[in-house]
């Protein structure tokens, strides 16, 4: 990208997302992106390099420019970034590295594509044909609804603290159990294993260390956590799971 | 951070910090920051978040900012800039994030606070009332004594090799044992298993591969290492193990 | 670095490289380096920390600097970038941390000498004496090879996702088999285990899921995959190894 953009201010948001997991790169990149200034993002998480799934770029209504593969991995941030104005396919190849591998489209595709827009060089309109926003891959919706008046949710991701990301945030919590207030006390079901106890709380350092809290996490939604502890690790949950929360 | 400050050059040292381990954030930052300029630094290693620990701005001596939970974590990077020369409290919301939640300090109010000085749109006293340093909340000392003609020591921190950085330096190796001469031998009792045989030397290829050696590490500490071997692991020290170092 | 060139723009290219594995880190700096403009480049992988080997600075053929320890690591690099020009040893102490110690010559010689090259301050001749360009440590070569019509080859480098690189690339893999076209089935002996069966593929969406490809990589080696799983881990390959690759 500094070949392109000689002036590029590169920031790494993380080399660490787990192997193929495409969700978890989506949990992060839609995280991160609302805090960064409008600028252009390259994310790659992506199990079907070289196959048929189109590189694409997508402008968000915020301004920014998302750019990799169609998977699903872009579609949280674009809309945490007030939706997708327009997409378009990556085929204008003189905007690729000259000598494009198989195997390697961060660096022969996104990175030269989203390197020449930051330059100014190339406008969005000169990356390649629109593709209609509808035919974009979308992963599987995680939400959280209300039954038999549980809140019932899915896990979206877990942090490396083993902290635990719902779907859902107080909305569907005050939607379930009306006002919720700090030191108030949950039943959670959990696939494997006994449920756990919680306690409502506004950050880890409200319980004992050790205990168990339910809170809205940073981006808003809701999360489970073990204070000091790994709570994914110690009761299994990974992304995907389904619990269920009621009043203890 | 740069949606404050444009042209911000962010260096990020680690987010390799173990989880909680406000000690090992304490060494690190106290081992890189003599080596950059003067400058804004943040750090975050906070088990306490949420919990009524203040956020800090520390002014050290040699004209840098740190900036941080008043865990403890910043007081001897402080020290190793030339001391703390002002401590306030950042009470300033409007230099926080506008949304500011009670989990992610990091971004909603260290980060902003800091990239706000940095920009020189604010200066170090409008981040809140002063407070007392020795008000600062400290990690217990480790420090280097003799005792009966041998050198009691601390671990104080584990690297990524697992070699053994411990409490005291040049000087209190002299204070000991008199003017110590590359090749010289000691042995080393350790908590856990038989104790160690180490030759003092300035390097790592100074002895042969696997052999234990005791040196003045790059920031001036002793320490113990294997060379090309993981030490700690090996014998099972860490942060907080007292050693005790006698001529073999 | 900062400190003595303000204005360097400074790229991690990767500070996860195993421990004292030289090959890695030269294989991770000749896959990395042409992609990046011309610039000085600090690479440090150093088992011999302290010893004598010597810290030199090679100056390749496209204009670039390269600065670390003379074991070998800089050379293949200094290769793909069209070949070693000069090579100097680092004698100007004038261009290191005043105070340098023996165990972190990154930080007190590498570093300082490439900022001061990079700042524009020092010129290249005046980092220390030519040395000659065949006295500089080399590394052992893998090399390919067709033997009674068989393609001998050695690992040179195991990335992150368990995927096997192989020496030599598309006009070894026609010396031995002519014109080789996808889906082209081939049997590779392994030093450990039974064989594999890998079909000849561009990418690795063009196999089945857990199934093995042949490949050509993105640096133009031959490489060894299972799609979506970690055939080194599998069949325990590592760089070294020889295998060999036969028509099936």
Redesign the interface.
């Known amino acids: 990208m500094?070949?392109i953009c000689?002036d590029a201010?590169?920031?790494?948001i993380s080399h660490a997302v787990a192997?193929?997991a495409v969700a978890d790169g989506a949990y992060l990149l839609r995280a991160a992106l609302p805090?960064?200034?409008v600028g252009v993002h390259v994310a790659v998480v992506d199990?079907?390099?070289?196959?048929p799934?189109r590189p694409v770029a997508i402008r968000a209504t915020r301004g920014d420019v998302l750019i990799g593969p169609d998977n699903g991995l872009l579609l949280p941030a674009a809309g945490a970034l007030g939706g997708v104005a327009v997409a378009r396919e990556l085929a204008n190849r003189d905007l690729w590295?000259a000598d494009a591998?198989?195997?390697?489209h961060g660096?022969?595709i996104f990175s030269p594509v989203a390197a020449h827009l930051a330059a100014g060089v190339a406008e969005f309109d000169a990356v390649g044909p629109e593709v209609e926003r509808s035919s974009l891959v979308r992963l599987p919706d995680a939400s959280a609804s209300v039954r038999n008046g549980d809140l019932a949710s899915t896990v979206t991701y877990v942090d490396?603290?083993g902290n635990v990301r719902l779907a859902g945030g107080r909305a569907e919590l005050e939607a379930a159990f009306g006002d919720v207030t700090a030191g108030a006390a949950f039943a959670v079901t959990v696939p494997r294993g006994p449920g756990l106890r919680a306690t409502f709380?506004?950050?880890?350092?409200?319980v004992e260390t050790g205990a168990t809290l339910l809170?809205?996490?940073?981006v808003g939604n809701l999360a489970l956590a073990d204070n000091?502890g790994n709570l994914a690790a110690r009761v299994g949950l990974r992304p995907g799971d389904g619990v269920r929360v009621r009043r203890a």
Not at 47 to 51: A, D, I, K
């Open positions: 500094l070949g000689r201010q590169i920031v790494d192997k193929y805090w960064f200034p199990p079907g390099v070289g196959t799934r590295l591998t198989s195997t390697f660096r022969d490396s603290f709380a506004p950050s880890f350092g409200h809170y809205v996490d940073s000091q």
